[in-house]
């Protein structure tokens, strides 16, 4: 039986810069650049003009309750939006108020001169879309785990076609709230939303301001096809990394060292290479520190489309 409340993380073992299975030896896992994740709509918010998104109620509405600005009744949206978003009287901002001045053009933007508000309005959102991707991408590692280390999709996908192995986390070791941030994936259809309304601009709920770092909901957000990977993500910044290094293509690899006591279990995959077993069980039983650590190993089940664990005695 494997241990409860643990979550996994696969790997596979083929060789490369940073070997797959040093962590028994030093505990280092690598925390990934959201563009080198592989779902193509990270950091891909979608751009609304002169429209709220639901994020951007929500988010409207805890300021009102916070601010017990609606005692008596419950407000609808219009007064959410009167009160809370609409930078000023509706109406106000459009072309005919500014006669003379459009079309535009605002070199420091782009050689084109821009038609409508509108245009510019959406022209900014989009540049913005792109400094936001580039400052997360710049500043946050991420690690993916899975609840289900069943999974048989997780295990061709991650675990390298179940020749590679799953290791246990205790997510309730402080590690986790003190280094970085740990959420579940929301599955929803539709992605998180960079709305422009009067030159405000909003991702995700909040207003963006130069100060402050964009919030990491787009990190946190994939389309319900992906569901079945259960996923979870321990975003850190990448300034925290404990071993940063460049791979041998010139991409900058980032590892995070995880403390040897949230590490609980490893699971060898199916397919794992017999010699590959026998050298990680080696390594656990010469690491003091990892001796701890519980070993299963995969087996393909014999009727169902499922795998069965069965526990190593590695000490």
Known sequence: MLPENLHWKLLGLADGRVPRS????????????????????????????????????????????????????EPNDEDIERFFLAPFPKGRYDEARFPGLWPAK???????????????????????????????????????????????????????????????LDCAHHFFSDAGVLKDIDYLPKRVAISSNGG????????????????????????????????????????????????????????????????KAIILGARVDEQQRLDIIAKLRKEINMRHVRVFQAKLSDAEFALEFFEINVV
């Not at 084109?112 to 991408?137: P, V, Y």
Request: aromatic letters at 8%.
């Open 200 to 263: 405000i601009i909003r991702i995700a709920g909040k207003q963006l301001k130069k100060e402050t770092l964009p919030p990491i909901q787009t990190l946190l957000r994939k389309h319900p096809d992906w569901d079945y990977e259960e996923e979870l993500r321990f975003v850190v910044p990448l300034a925290a990394a404990d071993e940063p290094l460049r791979d041998d293509q010139g991409q900058m690899i980032y590892l995070k060292k995880i403390p040897h006591a949230a590490i």
């Open 22 to 73: 040093r962590f028994i030896s030093d505990q280092m896992f690598r925390i990934t650049q959201p563009d080198c994740l592989n779902d193509p709509f990270e950091m891909q918010p979608r751009i609304l003009l002169e429209e709220y998104s639901p994020e951007d109620r929500e988010e409207a509405r805890k300021q009102a309750q916070e601010a017990n600005f609606f005692s008596d009744s």
């Open 106 to 168: 605002i070199p420091e933007l782009r050689p084109e001169s821009f038609q409508t508000i509108s245009e510019l309005d959406e022209f900014k959102a989009r540049m913005i879309r792109e400094d936001i991707q580039e400052l997360l991408n710049n500043t946050f590692g991420v690690l993916s785990l899975t609840k289900d280390p069943s999974n048989l999709l997780m295990w061709s996908h991650y675990g390298a076609e179940h020749r590679g192995i799953a290791v246990g």
